[in-house]
C-alpha cells in the first residue's frame, strides 16, 4: 500500500476530531508500507488547516474547543513529524505532470462531481506520486479520488 492523506486527515491526526480515532487508525495501517508523502503544497495547507480551526469563525470542530495553544502544539508536533520522517517523506512534484494531470482529471470529473481546484491538486499528486489509496474524510474528495481508480479503505 502506498497512501495518500489530504489535509483533512492531518487535521484529525492532530487535534481531537470526530474521526481521530479512524484517523490514528489508518495510521497504524502504515506500518510496514510506504510513509505518507508530503509536498510543500500539503505542508502549507496543513499548517494553515490548524490554524483556521482555531478560528472562531470555524465551525467545522462542533463541540471541539481548539484554542490558539492547541493550534501552535498540533503544527509543533506536525513540523516534527516531517522532521524525523518515520511516518511523513517530503516530496518533490514535478509540476508539469500535476498540471497534466489536474488538466485531465478536470475535464473527466469537475462537472459530475463539482470538484474544487483542492481535490483535483491532491488527487493529482496522489497519482503523479503513484500512490494507490487515497486517506481523506472530505465527501467530494473521496468521490474524486474513486473516480481516479484510488483505494478507499472501508
Same mark, same amino acid.
Given at each position: ?5 489530504d489535509t483533512?486527515?492531518? =487535521? ?21 508500507? &510506504? ?6 503544497? @500539503? #505542508? %502549507? $495547507? /496543513?499548517?494553515?488547516? @490548524? $490554524? %483556521? ?8 470542530? *462542533?463541540?471541539?474547543?481548539? =484554542?490558539?495553544?492547541?493550534?501552535? &502544539? ?15 517523506? &517530503?516530496?518533490?512534484?514535478?509540476? &508539469? #505532470?500535476?498540471q497534466a494531470?489536474? $488538466? ?8 459530475? !462531481? *463539482?470538484?474544487?481546484?483542492? #481535490? !483535483?491538486?491532491? /488527487?493529482?499528486?496522489?497519482? /503523479? %506520486?503513484?500512490?494507490?489509496t487515497f ?20
Amino acid at each position: 500500500m502506498r497512501a495518500y492523506a489530504d489535509t483533512t486527515f492531518f =487535521t484529525r491526526l492532530y487535534f481531537p476530531l470526530p474521526e481521530t480515532a479512524l484517523a490514528a487508525e489508518r495510521l497504524r495501517q502504515l506500518r510496514g508500507h &510506504s510513509p505518507l508523502p508530503t509536498t510543500w503544497l @500539503l #505542508e %502549507l $495547507e /496543513v499548517l494553515n488547516a @490548524l $490554524e %483556521l480551526h482555531a478560528s472562531v469563525n470555524d465551525r467545522r470542530c *462542533g463541540a471541539v474547543r481548539i =484554542t490558539p495553544e492547541d493550534t501552535a &502544539s498540533a503544527q509543533a508536533t506536525f513540523r516534527a513529524d516531517l522532521k524525523n520522517q518515520k511516518f511523513l517523506r &517530503s516530496l518533490a512534484l514535478p509540476m &508539469s #505532470e500535476v498540471q497534466a494531470t489536474v $488538466e485531465g482529471l478536470t475535464q473527466r470529473h469537475t462537472a459530475a !462531481l *463539482g470538484c474544487r481546484i483542492y #481535490e !483535483l491538486l491532491h /488527487v493529482a499528486s496522489a497519482l /503523479v %506520486l503513484e500512490c494507490d489509496t487515497f486517506w481523506t474524510f472530505d465527501p467530494k474528495t473521496r468521490a474524486l479520488a474513486a473516480a481516479a481508480g484510488l483505494t478507499q479503505p472501508s
